[in-house]
């Protein structure tokens, strides 16, 4: 009698719940992870293409006329002539950024109210704190990506296309300190004023809306109101401050020691530069407040 | 050692006393949380999780204090939230696993934990889709993972069969069945449904109107000692009674029915004398010892304890006399 052939055996395993034995980090490991989903939301990242839309058109506003002017000189060489300066360049940058500002702090915050996800993030171990930070944080890299990257490349694309970069260097040091200072002011100051207006609102259009209408109205205002007032008017000059869309220009102009322009609003106030940097900072500790009075009213 | 017990715990919102000063202690094991809605479930939990602040009274969850460290807390514990709490256009795989990160997974651990979970809840390739256009089934199954991807000690799911299907129900059931059979994991199920916690649950807790009317085992509170079996044998007659009783078993008339029960091996009592006598046995089906005649009658008490004497006829003032 022939033995009987064994088969080949196998099985199927279904593991079922299993607990987890693996590494474990810290809270610097949640508030990393708020940041990475939030830079990804702001950017649409891994959701919807309509959801990139509007970032990546800012983006390429903020990078598009940097790259094109670097790109044309390192084709044609130097007789493409002179390109904006940088506090031109700057006033640029500072319309994406507002608009950028407008539309991503509500991305950040708004639906995560609206649709009730903090009933879920806060019953993990991440405080009010944490949340904000994060939140902070996230938007703090995108906006630094606009102030900063786009003027960094010009001053790099000057250097590389200049006769001599060491040269260059040598005589425009200063102007990089100036990117980098001005550029990291505007981003914290946008990105504070932006979350603040954003933890008011719970529907995203309303929180971009109220942004863009303070921002535009109250320099509006403050112009109207000073121009149609008569100069004799006690405290006038002060409207220079109202003006919120204002004092971000007034204060690159500043840095980059150029002259307000003459008739205007700042420059018949009489107001010098660091008058615009105390008050992008009172309003920037103003927001935070809110923006920290708001997120640890939220509840779950 | 109790999962979670609280002490006198108390909480207002406004006008509106949620829960009075309720003494609660959570065995190991699942536990059903039940009570009409508005009893003050969802606020227990919230309190048990440290997410408000008490107005009096004290509760500690796994050994730590809830006023003390509820963040240790909320790294243990697994939370399954009433209601719509997802973000819509996220994939159900991303946010699961945005959320095992919030319960300190690294990355990679996380992504691979989710995908696993996620499988595990019958989340199969939909994970990879967004959460906005799921059925309320498919949402409480994310909710559910999100709950257990962190591998906690203790879940607490807060009503996770609302608005569900009756097959998505009794999916949902059958899941936290499996979780607690095979990961060991206590659980806190609040609900307003006296037969989920007669499926699924060891304990049950009833609240009415922010007190606590009882804590017991599921069999304790269904008054009985073991489950019963509801049995049609001959004409179910006073003699067929008799014979049941003699047999061991207590016997209870139950509508076209009798529920008998009190032994383990009820059904082959049942069936022994059925073939002894020679009676017909057209009914025996397992019967879940009752919860809803316990609850009913708890709340009844309670409710007529709570409601102010009857209001007294007017005392009749002395009729005027016409000057």
Redesign the interface.
């Known amino acids: 009698m022939s033995e009987l052939r064994e088969l080949p055996t196998g099985a199927i395993y279904d593991r079922g719940y299993r607990h987890y034995d693996g590494p474990r980090e810290g809270r610097s490991r949640r508030i990393k992870a708020i940041v990475v989903a939030g830079v990804r939301r702001v950017l649409g990242l891994k959701r919807n293409w309509k959801t990139k839309v509007v970032p990546f058109a800012l983006v390429v506003g903020a990078f598009g006329p940097v790259l094109a002017f670097i790109g044309v000189r390192l084709l044609v060489g130097e007789s493409v002539g002179q390109f904006l300066g940088y506090p031109a360049y700057f006033r640029i940058v500072s319309v994406v950024l507002l608009l950028f500002a407008a539309t991503a702090a509500p991305e950040l915050l708004c639906p995560d109210r609206r649709q009730h996800v903090l009933a879920l993030v806060f019953t993990r171990p991440v405080t009010r704190g944490d949340y904000l930070a994060a939140k902070l944080a996230a938007l703090i890299v995108v906006i630094g990506l606009v102030a900063l990257l786009p003027l960094v490349i010009l001053f790099a694309g000057n250097a590389l296309t200049a006769p001599s970069a060491a040269n260059y260097l040598r005589h425009h040091l200063g102007d990089l300190g100036r990117i980098l200072f001005a550029g990291g002011v505007l981003t914290v100051f946008y990105a504070v004023v932006s979350l603040a207006v954003a933890s008011l609102a719970e529907r995203r259009s309303l929180a971009t809306a109220g942004m863009l209408g303070t921002f535009l109205a109250s320099s509006a205002l403050a112009n109207a109101m000073f121009f149609t007032s008569p100069s004799t008017v006690p405290g006038r000059r002060w409207l220079t401050f109202v003006s919120l869309g204002g004092l971000p220009a007034r204060f690159v102009e500043w840095v980059f020691g150029q002259p307000f322009e003459s008739g205007s609003l700042a420059s018949q106030a009489g107001f010098t530069g660091p008058a615009y940097l105390i008050a992008l900072a009172a309003l920037t500790l103003l927001a935070g407040s809110v923006l920290a009075w708001r997120i640890a009213r939220l509840q779950p | 050692m109790p999962v979670a017990e609280a002490e006198r715990l108390s909480k207002r919102y406004g006008s509106v006393l949620a829960l009075r000063g309720v003494d609660v202690t959570v065995q190991s094991g699942c536990t059903g949380l039940v009570g009409s809605n508005g009893a003050g479930k969802s606020t227990l939990i919230?309190l048990l999780?440290g997410?408000l602040k008490p107005d009096a009274g004290q509760a500690r969850v796994l050994g730590h204090d809830v006023a003390v460290d509820p963040?240790?807390i909320?790294?243990a514990?697994g939370?399954l939230?009433e209601?719509?709490?997802?973000?819509?256009?996220?994939?159900a795989a991303?946010f699961v696993a945005?959320?095992a990160?919030?319960?300190?997974?690294?990355?990679r651990?996380?992504r691979e934990?989710a995908s696993?979970?996620c499988y595990?809840v019958g989340l199969e390739e939909e994970r990879y889709r967004?959460v906005g256009g799921f059925s309320t089934g498919m949402q409480q199954r994310v909710?559910l993972a999100?709950a257990?991807v962190?591998?906690p000690q203790l879940l607490l799911l807060d009503e996770p069969t609302d608005g569900m299907d009756p097959q998505g129900r009794e999916d949902m059931l059958d899941l936290i069945k499996?979780?607690r059979a095979?990961?060991g994991v206590d659980v806190l199920v609040s609900t307003h449904l006296l037969g989920d916690v007669e499926r699924v649950c060891d304990h049950v807790i009833m609240v009415h109107a922010g007190q606590v009317l009882l804590q017991a085992s599921i069999v304790e509170a269904a008054g009985t000692a073991s489950p019963g079996f509801g049995v049609q044998l001959g004409d179910n007659g006073g003699e067929v009674r008799a014979a049941l009783v003699a047999a061991g078993l207590e016997v209870k008339p139950a509508g076209e029915e009798l529920h008998v029960h009190g032994r383990d091996d009820a059904a082959d009592l049942v069936r022994d004398v059925a073939a002894d006598r020679g009676w017909a046995l057209r009914r025996l089906v397992p019967r879940a010892p009752s919860l809803e005649e316990t609850f009913l009658r708890l709340q009844a008490a309670a409710a007529a304890e709570e409601a102010p004497p009857p209001p007294q006829a007017p005392t009749p003032e002395p009729a005027r006399r016409a000057s």
Do not use: N, S, W
């Open positions: 919230k999780l997410l963040l240790a909320r790294q514990v939370y939230p209601g719509q709490c997802l973000p819509a256009d996220v994939t991303d945005f959320m990160q919030l319960g300190g997974l690294p990355p651990q996380a934990r696993e979970i595990q967004a909710k999100t257990l962190h591998d499996r979780i095979e990961l």
